[in-house]
């Protein structure tokens, strides 16, 4: 299980221009553990502008550990290390990684 000391200051941050509104924590169907920062909507709420959840938890493959935007997984997904976590700027920059690739994938792919 991961824990984060202090996570809670990461709130009110801007990740790639996006306000982080809260985070929780969640477990899903099979016990894995996650972190959700979530993300208000901003503008019309549609697309890109729509409210959205970044999760961060295990890697299935136990590689480390796997960030990205629910319901882009497949998309979104970028692996980090406990290395790359470890400090908030560190945090910041790994979400703010698959907010980019969402972002793209609304400009991009979404028909």
């Known amino acids: 299980m991961l824990t984060i000391k202090n996570i809670k200051e990461l709130e009110l ?28 909507p901003i503008s019309d709420g549609k697309g890109w502008n729509k409210e959205t959840e970044v999760r ?13 935007v ?5 998309s979104t997904r970028y692996f980090v290390s406990i290395d790359d976590i470890k400090s908030k700027d560190g945090l910041v920059l790994a979400i703010s990684k698959v907010l980019a690739q969402a972002k793209w994938w609304w400009e991009n792919e979404a028909i």
């Open 13 to 40: 941050n801007f990740c790639h221009q996006r306000g982080l509104k809260r985070i929780t924590e969640t477990t899903n169907a099979l016990g894995e553990h996650f972190y959700c920062f979530n993300f208000g």
């Open 56 to 68: 961060l938890g295990r890697d299935i493959n136990q590689r480390g550990y796997q960030i990205f």
């Open 70 to 74: 629910m319901g882009l997984q497949m």
